[in-house]
T-cell receptor
Framework: EDQVTQSPEALRLQEGESSSLNCSYT??????LFWYRQDPGKGPEFLFT???AGEEKEKERLKATLTKKESFLHITAPKPEDSATYLC??????????????FGRGTQLTVWP | NAGVTQTPKFQVLKTGQSMTLQCAQD?????MYWYRQDPGMGLRLIYY???????DKGEVPNGYNVSRLNKREFSLRLESAAPSQTSVYFC??????????????FGDGTRLSIL
């Protein structure tokens, strides 16, 4: 059973067209949620950590929010350089797997001019 | 800032050959990780090392071995490569694996093809 589910799998936006990506999770006792950006041929690049429900973080055109069951990555007026795969991850809450991150499969965002 | 450095970047092997993927970090992190990334599967943890001198299995450890050489370096070895191990391999590090709110930082991967 997937601990982290991301939707949509792929999203195409016109430059300037705002939208949101979703990350839902099933772990209880959330200790944090991470957002990453991954460009083709590169490793995931850390963007944000969210620690508690209601928290928001911003970076340029990106804003991440967190509720008790899901997180959203809002992209305002995107540009072609925002095209990438966005991953979210949550840490395991179980003793036997403590310290591991569960990753979603990602949302592939394409922003066209 | 180097961060996490992986070598080689690309490799082609024949079935049955062995090889070692190297990883080094310069952030003084205690914990290091090896993942594989396959289309449609996302990132899956192979092995991790919470601290120097310790290693633990992740989700998909079969066919792999690891060595935490020192605090900076963590290697992944394929003893007898199989086509199913064709993948992109990522190394990552974090301050402390058991500080659950600490992000992991990734290298740029090794693209491995096994014929």
């Amino acid at each position: 059973e997937d601990q982290v589910t991301q939707s949509p799998e792929a999203l195409r936006l016109q430059e300037g067209e705002s939208s949101s990506l979703n990350c839902s999770y099933t772990v209880s006792g959330l200790r944090g949620l991470f957002w990453y950006r991954q460009d083709p041929g590169k490793g995931p690049e850390f963007l944000f950590t969210l620690y508690s429900a209601g928290e928001e973080k911003e970076k340029e055109r990106l804003k991440a929010t967190l509720t008790k069951k899901e997180s959203f990555l809002h992209i305002t007026a995107p540009k072609p350089e925002d095209s990438a795969t966005y991953l979210c991850a949550v840490p395991s809450d179980r003793g036997s797997t403590l310290g591991r991150l569960y990753f979603g499969r990602g949302t592939q965002l394409t922003v066209w001019p | 800032n180097a961060g996490v450095t992986q070598t080689p970047k690309f490799q082609v092997l024949k079935t049955g050959q062995s090889m070692t993927l190297q990883c080094a970090q310069d952030m003084n992190h205690n914990s290091m990780y090896w993942y594989r990334q396959d289309p449609g599967m996302g990132l899956r943890l192979i092995y991790y090392s919470a601290s120097e001198g310790t290693t633990d299995k992740g989700e998909v450890p079969n066919g792999y071995n690891v060595s935490r050489l020192n605090k900076r370096e963590f290697s992944l070895r394929l003893e007898s490569a199989a086509p199913s191990q064709t993948s992109v391999y990522f190394c990552a590090s974090s301050e402390e694996a058991y500080l659950l709110n600490q992000p992991q930082h990734f290298g740029d991967g090794t693209r491995l093809s096994i014929l």
